[in-house]
């Protein structure tokens, strides 16, 4: 090449740098930088890319712009046309890469230019030597670019370049089968897929060849088509997919029976609905399309007058006739193989059964099946024993039939539970039919097998619709020797015995309840078997009945003793002495609940005002408010003073005012003023408000009302948050009429007490 350029006078700064320091990179790419800004062309540029690589031969920066401008120079022509240039900026590179053959950028750069040009072996060539001298971790930059090129070549060239890049990365197979789904290579794309299922690295292969398949079997018919889709079956690997495959399959190469048998075996074989819809489906446009085609073969051969054949029509409509009535006993055999202790699944196949009518052996079939594969620790859906007593409600009136199937039932291996509700179920059932001997037959075998109080109540009540009192009480005795009783069978069986006229036996009943459950639940049983004796002998024994008031009383504790200690005073008031009746509601102010001390304290009072006149309450409302605290005080010091009215002793209830005025509480005040209206003066009333002043300019002073203040504002504000939440759990929670039965609760009458 010419070096010979016209140098400038803006050069000679630049000429004079590189002439004195030739073997510097700065002042050679200065000096190209200037001649590209002052427009000088592109030979006065190449010629300085000429002299800076004679003087630095191994500068990839130098080589890299220079290839580029060379590039730049021909962009723009065509390579068929400027096949000179082409040839001169090729012979460029091989230049360049005798120094820098380990630059994957210059190898790319020159993988361009070949592209570019006719000569698809040099291009190849280019990439497979930049492969080549490339180490393998720079591998990764030059195989888009030779992809995209092979791509564009296509044909044999791209299916043995992308054959190499799988070989190196295998993970990117599924790039290469894209490409031969994309261009129609079936029979490569299927040898792909084959070959990732075999390395394990199966992913959405199994489901691609299912399509390739079924699509194109001519493609594929060099692979053993059935043994890899059956293999794919086996492994569970979208087992619904490969079933119609595999009959498509059979289907396009004109093998109809086999594609039928296929289709019969997948539908018996698949374990999930949606395995089973998408075969069904095809194989009902299998039969479909068979009778499609029968109908336009028949239309043809009445066109041309040949003999019909309809025997063939109607074989294949019978077949796709057949085959929609068994959808629903298919379906059910994919539930069941889903989940064969599925009680719910097992029913609706029975209904299956029912609907089809005269059935029988079938539906016995059915259920012998069921009761055989349901495990009773597995089952879902529902119980064992519902499975047991459909069985047994199948044959509803054959006596014997039934009674078979429940004997059977009741000696299967299940749990307390089922075996109660087993037993109940047939005892109801013999009474149903006026057996009383049979139900008993049937509730005598089943106490010997489980503790059940649902049994022993059943039993229970059979002995006493017969009338057996004997085996009745020892049906009663043996629920609380099992400890199997509550409260209310304790009620029931005492109200039996009080009946039949054995009282006494009818309360120690009530003492071995008592016993045996202990409080809370011994105030109930005490309240009714009190109530009971009360009614039974009044006054008659009545030493007898304050012992067992004192009994009840004795061990009771104080949260549940008010109403004991009521019936007990009534009790006194009814047959015994007033004065009695008072010392026991004495006792009961001292005997309840502090916060129940009020409540008893008025009740106190109103009884000694009834039985002993209202003078004789100043006793009691005095020492009230000495034991009770300033707010339970205040409102017994209102009803006093109420009382002190009634006698018409004014200045004691002024007094009684004025003595709870230093308790703080709020709700005196308006008592009192009101009072004042009624009773007072204006001296009395101005005396009134000297009190209230006193007793609040005391209440923001002193430490312990401020205190007490303190903690009534902290109890005002938990209350308030526990009713909000007790509203908001009120939302989540039925009504209590609708919730689940409490076995512990007492059926109590008014009569009772």
């Known amino acids: 090449m010419d070096t010979q350029i016209d140098i400038t006078d803006d050069d000679l700064r630049f000429e004079e740098e590189v002439s004195r320091e030739p073997y510097r990179l700065k002042g050679w790419l200065r000096y190209i930088d200037h001649k590209r800004g002052s427009n000088a062309g592109g030979r006065p540029i190449t010629v300085l890319f000429e002299r800076a690589l004679k003087r630095l031969p191994g500068s990839y920066k130098l080589w890299k712009q220079y290839l580029e401008h060379r590039l730049l120079l021909i962009h723009t022509k065509n390579a068929l046309l400027a096949e000179d240039d082409y040839r001169r900026v090729t012979l460029c590179f091989e230049r360049a890469l005798l120094l820098l053959h380990k630059m994957p950028r210059i190898w790319l750069l020159y993988a361009s230019l070949m592209t570019r040009q ?36 296509g044909g044999i060239v791209a299916e043995r370049v992308y054959a190499r890049y799988v070989q190196m990365w295998p993970e990117r197979t599924e790039e290469y089968i894209t490409w031969c789904v994309a261009q129609g290579r079936w029979a490569e794309a299927a040898r792909q897929l084959v070959a990732e299922i075999d390395s394990g690295r199966s992913g959405s292969a199994w489901a691609r060849l299912a399509q390739i398949v079924g699509a194109q079997p001519e493609a594929v018919k060099e ?35 086999q594609a039928r048998d296929v289709y019969e075996e997948a539908v018996v074989k698949v374990d999930s609905v949606r395995d089973f819809a998408m075969v069904f489906d095809a194989y009902a446009a299998f039969e479909e399309a068979g009778v499609a085609a029968a109908l336009e073969s028949e239309a043809e051969r009445v066109a041309k007058g040949d003999v019909s054949d309809d025997l063939m029509l109607d074989l294949k409509l019978l077949r796709l006739e057949r085959l929609m009535d068994r959808r629903p006993f298919l379906a059910s055999d994919v539930v069941l193989r889903q989940n064969p202790h599925s009680v719910a699944a097992w029913l609706k196949r029975v209904a299956l059964w029912r609907e089809k009518g005269d059935c029988e052996l079938q539906l016995v079939a059915t259920f012998e099946d069921a009761v055989k594969r349901v495990s009773p620790t597995k089952a879902s859906g529902g119980t064992v024993a519902e499975l047991w007593l459909a069985y047994a409600a199948h044959f509803g009136d054959r006596v014997k039939e039934y009674r078979e199937v429940m004997d059977r039932a009741v000696a299967a291996p299940l749990s307390a539970k089922e075996l109660a509700d087993l037993f109940v179920a047939y005892a109801e059932w013999e ?26 109540a059943l039993l229970i009540d059979v002995e006493e619709g017969a009338g057996s009192v004997a085996a009745t009480r020892a049906a009663y005795d043996r629920v609380l020797e099992l400890r199997i009783a509550t409260p209310q069978t304790i009620v029931d069986y005492a109200g039996y015995l009080e009946e039949a006229g054995f009282f006494e036996d009818s309360f120690r009943v009530f003492e071995r309840g008592i016993a045996a459950f202990g409080y809370p639940v011994a105030v109930d049983l005490w309240n009714v078997y009190l109530a009971r004796f009360v009614k039974r002998y009044g006054g008659t024994k009545l030493e007898r009945t304050r012992d067992l008031f004192e009994q009840a009383l004795a061990a009771c504790p104080p949260a549940y003793a008010q109403s004991i200690f009521l019936a007990y005073g009534r009790l006194e008031e009814e047959h015994g002495l007033a004065r009695r009746a008072l010392r026991v509601y004495e006792r009961a102010t001292q005997g309840v609940a502090r916060e129940r001390r009020l409540e008893m304290y008025l009740y106190y009072a109103a009884k000694t005002a009834e039985l002993l006149g209202v003078p004789a309450t100043r006793a009691v409302y005095e020492r009230g408010i000495e034991e009770l605290g300033d707010k339970d005080a205040v409102a017994l010091i209102l009803e006093y003073a109420r009382a002190e009215c009634r006698l018409a002793e004014i200045d004691r209830a002024r007094a009684l005012y004025a003595y709870a005025a230093p308790m703080g509480v709020e709700a005196l005040w308006a008592v009192w003023h009101e009072f004042e209206v009624q009773h007072g003066n204006e001296d009395t009333f101005k005396e009134m408000l000297r009190v209230k002043r006193a007793a609040q300019a005391r209440r923001t002073t002193d430490a312990r009302f401020l205190a007490a203040a303190e903690v009534e504002k902290q109890e005002k504000q938990r209350a308030a948050e526990a009713a909000a939440v007790a509203a908001a759990a009120a939302d989540k929670v039925d009504d209590s009429a ?16």
Not at 141 to 153: E, I, Q, S
Not at 239 to 247: D, F, P, Q, T, V
Request: charged share 30%; proline share 4%; hydrophobic share 50%.
């Open 118 to 153: 006719a000569d698809v072996t040099a291009a190849r060539r280019v990439f497979d030597r930049a492969l080549r001298a490339l180490p393998v971790t720079q591998h990764r930059r030059v195989w888009p670019a030779y992809l995209r090129f092979a791509r564009r070549v």
């Open 431 to 456: 009474l149903a039919r006026g057996s009383v001997e049979g139900a008993r037959r049937v509730l005598t075998r089943a106490t010997a097998h489980t503790k059940s109080l649902r049994v022993w």
């Open 738 to 753: 609708h919730g689940p039965a409490n076995p512990d609760a007492l059926a109590i009458d008014d009569d009772d007490f």
């Open 223 to 257: 692979l053993r088509v059935e043994a890899i889709l059956r293999d794919g079956i086996a492994r569970g690997r979208g087992a619904g997919e490969l079933w119609a495959a595999l009959a498509a399959h059979f289907v396009a190469r004109g093998l109809v029976e």
